[in-house]
């Protein structure tokens, strides 16, 4: 099989696509003929070595987010059969780059992944499970009572952008904060209130800071909010009594099955900004590292 593989650490061209040998799948494992699979800034990040770990060493895969067609299948796996549409995640703060998906076959473990919906484009769907589990996470952690009041940064974002529909289905009143010249898509997502970057943050008792912007958050959240970041910010003053917690996304089968459905029905968007061929995944790293993007750049095998 093709994939495309760090072969050292740094800029977009230690990214070379290489022949590997087609993986088997293993008890419990199926493979995956790849349709897409989402670029992610943890891509980056692996890329240049500036993880929680420390470095992978080269050669490695990167690729968390996938989805294609189930090729074959290992002993014990019962839910998915050869021919079915899967989207799915690959967990890679454990593989660590022994499997990725940028790459035309992955072998997944069946519980990474859940049924893909016919009427679903799997180029939409790669977008989907990392940024919306995350933000399926934080809301849990976030745990806020009816009728609360939450200030969501990067909305404009994927994590954002799922967060500021999940909290607003919810119940919640949700004030998103949206990129230059984006607050349209931002208000479509059905928030109560759209905040230009230009014009700061407003206080609210909860927020979610997904960029993560660090201070200005810590200054927003009321005192005795709560305050949960996609990474570590500084702490906030104890004497605020201000709870502060770090969300990390981890593998929940049941809800990103629920997520993908949602996508499919229509109850959550979206967006796709650019796609490239695995061929090019060096380009369009450097497309992601330009920035001023709408949308997730994906990868086609």
Known sequence: MRAAVVTALGGPEVLEIDELPDPVPGPGQVLVRVRAVC?????????????????????????????????????????????????????????????????ELVAADAEWLVPLP????????????????????????????????????????????????????????????????????????????????????????????????GEPAIAAVADGGVLVSTRPIAPVDPARGVRQELTLVSLDQPALRRLIDAVAQGRLRTRVAATFPLAEAAEAHRRFEAGHLRGKIVLIP
Do not use: C
């Open 39 to 103: 670029v992610h800034p943890a891509d980056i990040a692996a890329r240049v070595g500036q993880i929680p770990g420390g470095p992978v060493q080269p050669p490695f895969l990167v690729g968390w987010d996938i989805a294609g067609e189930v090729v074959a299948a290992g002993d014990g796996v019962a839910d998915l059969a050869v021919g079915d549409l899967v989207a799915g995640m690959i967990p890679w703060y454990l593989t660590r780059g022994k499997v990725g998906g940028y790459a």
């Open 118 to 213: 016919a009427d679903l484009d799997p180029v939409v769907a790669a977008t989907v499970p990392l940024n919306a589990l995350t933000a399926h996470r934080a809301l849990d952690i976030l745990a806020l009572p009816e009728a609360t009041t939450l200030l969501v940064t990067g909305a404009s974002g994927g994590v954002g952008g799922f967060m500021a529909q999940l909290a607003t289905q919810a119940g919640h009143t949700v004030l998103a904060s949206a990129t230059y010249d984006d607050e349209e898509w931002v208000r479509d997502l059905g928030v109560a209130t759209v905040l230009p970057r230009s014009a700061g943050l407003s206080p609210a008792p909860a927020v979610f800071d997904a960029v993560p912007m």
